[in-house]
């Protein structure tokens, strides 16, 4: 239940913000953002999620800051870091893809690993925040970032099999 109302509010934000204005541009562009909304829609569920029923307890908790040493799991052998290493590198490949083609093509690499940074930085801060169980590592700011920059890889790899897709999708034929 807890869950719901979150994604009844991404549901109705994307159905009277978001839609008729990315309808407008194109089915390409509809189609590129809503697979990015998506996409961070999901990314919200696994990060942050439920937001909206914890807001009135986010100063009821102590702010654990991030831990800034790099891997120190690995190094300690502490839980399932190998797993979660590879969980946080997967779940921003697909920005790192996505990204440059929200921006109408144009987002170079330096530009989509700044956003990738940006968008995993604001989750590590705001994780311990909105719940006191969670925390917040730098190991996970790194790997992912190096998600984005592999989506980054991908979307120049399969560049002229997209752009032959939404181009199609743009033109109709």
């Known amino acids: 239940m807890k869950y ?3 994604f009844i509010v991404l549901a109705l934000l994307y159905i009277f913000v978001f ?4 309808k407008t541009k194109g089915k390409d562009r509809l189609l590129v953002n809503t697979l ?7 990314v919200l569920y696994f990060t942050l999620m439920p937001i909206i029923v914890y807001i009135p307890f986010v100063l009821n908790h102590p702010y654990v800051p991030m831990n800034l040493v790099p891997f120190i799991d690995v190094l300690e052998g502490r839980g ?3 797993r ?3 969980l946080n590198i997967i779940m921003t490949v697909p920005f790192g893809f996505l990204f440059p083609l929200t921006q109408n093509r ?3 690499f330096s530009q989509t690993v700044f956003f990738c940074f940006l968008m995993s930085l604001s989750i590590e801060l705001l994780q311990p925040l909105i719940h006191g169980t969670r925390s917040s590592d730098v190991t996970d700011l790194i790997t992912n970032v190096i998600g984005g920059m592999l989506g980054y890889g991908f979307y120049i790899i399969f560049k002229p099999i997209t752009f032959c897709i939404l181009d199609h999708l743009k033109t109709g034929n």
């Open 106 to 108: 144009t987002a170079k």
């Open 84 to 86: 979660q290493i590879a």
């Open 19 to 22: 839609f008729h204005k990315w």
């Open 4 to 6: 719901l109302i979150d």
């Open 80 to 82: 399932d870091f190998f």
């Open 36 to 42: 990015m909304y998506l996409y961070l829609s999901f």
